[in-house]
Nanobody, 122 residues
Framework: VQLQASGGGLVQAGGSLRLSCAAS????????VGWFRQAPGKEREFVSA????????SYADSVKGRFAISRDNGKSTVYLQMNSLMPEDTAVYYC????????????????WGQGTQVTVSS
């Protein structure tokens, strides 16, 4: 499975963006999908994850209530709707897949996409 993240850009604080993670292959629905982000000089950190069916979701405390993850298995795509963006959300955002059930650790994921830059200006 290959993943491609898109939808990033430059937005003012308080604005919104929707990221997409498109997957190739027919096995996409078998995987948990996670979003991570990495700011300059910082470790890659967990943002959100969604279960195979899309019923279960999880979020980092820093984005809870502002971000919403969803998936369309028919289109092999996962979305991350980001609202009320803040300058501290600035990072490269990556999607990845996992065989595990809703992990939050970076090492539990693989097939990382190339990332999409999100920049939030104050």
């Amino acid at each position: 499975v290959q993943l491609q993240a898109s939808g990033g850009g430059l937005v003012q604080a308080g604005g919104s963006l929707r990221l997409s993670c498109a997957a190739s292959g027919r096995t996409f629905s078998r995987f948990t999908v996670g979003w991570f982000r990495q700011a300059p000089g910082k470790e890659r950190e967990f943002v959100s994850a969604i279960s195979r069916s899309g019923v279960s979701t999880s979020y980092a405390d820093s984005v809870k209530g502002r971000f919403a993850i969803s998936r369309d298995n028919g289109k092999s795509t996962v979305y991350l709707q980001m609202n009320s963006l803040m300058p501290e959300d600035t990072a490269v955002y990556y999607c990845a897949i996992s065989w595990a059930t809703m992990p939050t650790g970076r090492d539990d994921y693989g097939n990382w996409g190339q990332g999409t830059q999100v920049t939030v200006s104050s």
